[in-house]
């Protein structure tokens, strides 16, 4: 799985721009905790819920930077599409 997961990695990057897919890479805080929690019974801390988010919140911050660099630097370039 993980083998079939990288190669799908792979072909992603060369499809779309790096600071695109950057973001996403961080639904593995999601998946792993929600494994935690769901299979293990794992409790999940304040400070464990604060880090996640500061991460989280970085990522959608660079995200935004780049949409905004990029309509700068180019008004007429097509504007990556939005995550929703």
Do not use: C
Not at 6 to 18: D, E, G, N, R, V
């Amino acid at each position: 799985i993980a083998t079939v997961g990288h190669f799908m990695l792979i072909k992603a990057l060369t499809l779309a721009p790096a600071s695109l897919l950057a973001p996403l890479d961080y639904t593995s805080l999601i998946w792993g905790s929600l494994l935690g929690v769901l299979v293990f019974n794992e409790v999940l801390d304040p400070l464990t819920l604060a880090g996640a988010g500061i991460i989280a919140a970085a990522g959608l911050f660079i995200y935004l930077r780049e949409r905004q660099l990029a309509a700068r630097i180019d008004p007429n370039a097509a504007v990556p599409p939005t995550i929703a």
